[in-house]
């Protein structure tokens, strides 16, 4: 493979070095190596992402990288978090694809390296069903970022690059196409608008987006309520098993995610889990315990 020479290299850290002194010269030479290793970092980042896109595992990924399934998805999940995984017939409402262009732009403003729930939440002021529930309890974007910031340690972003969908915000999208979905019944389409997620954020206990309401004062049971018109906050359940509509299709116990090659589940007695949730519990646990990390 052609490339720049350990010549081509040393005379570029003597070109940029302060001075002719060698201390100076080895300055500009760990600053010439740490830009060299981001790059190749970026370049590993981009075809990791590729591998995942393609549906190859993360035991596959660590075996060429040398290192363990666990190690591996740690060391590039947050980097290459997976897009929300919908089921056949199931869309987002172009208000709700507004509302979550709008959250990655606060996200930004805010200099997050992802976009988290306290983000969607800011989002979804944009407009909708969501926006005018959010309005009438006088939530704005300047107070959840204002609480967001006083409650987490964000990790920052480099400013570079758009932030993409945290794995928490994934599993948030995910499960207001749930609730969507479960409403629905057996219609052809479903979409998934702004007071589905509204839900979900709003009455998941563990989520930021909730932790972020409850600072503000807002009442969740007001803001159920609200919604009571739009969705339940108890989706029928799916059928069991019968001749008529054969066996239910393997889904996340968690955020409802069906069960495809690219998108496995981890089952359990009763209970079933997507790596995203998995990711999830493992943040929210090291957020609660750091000693764990």
């Not at 987002?92 to 990655?104: D, G, I, K, S, V």
């Not at 400013?159 to 479960?182: D, M, Y």
């Amino acid at each position: 493979m052609e490339g720049r020479t350990v010549d081509d290299l040393t005379a570029t850290v003597v070109a940029a070095a302060a001075s002719d002194d060698s201390l100076d010269q080895l300055d500009a030479a760990l600053g010439t190596a740490a830009q060299l290793s981001s790059q190749a970092d970026a370049v590993v980042d981009a075809f990791v992402a590729r591998a995942r896109r393609d549906g190859r595992s993360w035991t596959d990924i660590g075996a060429r990288l040398g290192v363990s399934k666990q190690a591996a998805r740690k060391r590039f999940t947050d980097a290459n978090p997976p897009a929300p995984a919908l089921a056949p017939g199931v869309r987002l409402e172009p208000r709700l694809t507004t509302c979550l262009a709008q959250a990655t732009r606060h996200a930004e403003a805010m200099g997050a390296a992802a976009v988290g729930p306290e983000h969607l939440l800011a989002g979804l002021l944009a407009e909708g069903v969501a926006a005018a529930i959010l309005d009438k309890l006088s939530v704005t974007a300047e107070a959840i970022t204002a609480s967001a910031r006083r409650l987490f340690d964000t990790p920052r972003g480099t400013g570079r690059e758009t932030p993409p969908l945290s794995a928490e915000a994934v599993c948030a999208v995910e499960a207001a196409a749930h609730h969507a979905l479960a409403a629905a019944g057996h219609a052809d389409e479903v979409a998934v608008g702004t007071e589905h997620l509204l839900l979900v954020l709003a009455l998941d206990p563990g989520s930021r987006a909730r932790r972020v309401l409850t600072d503000l004062g807002v009442d969740i049971a007001q803001i159920k309520k609200e919604l009571a018109c739009y969705v339940t906050g108890n989706p029928r359940r799916p059928r069991r098993f019968s001749r008529r509509h054969g066996p239910k299709q393997p889904a996340c116990s968690f955020c409802g995610a069906p069960e495809t090659p690219a998108r496995r589940l981890v089952h359990g007695p009763g209970v079933t889990i997507c790596g995203t949730c998995t990711q999830r519990a493992a943040q929210s646990l090291t957020a609660a315990r750091p000693e764990l990390t």
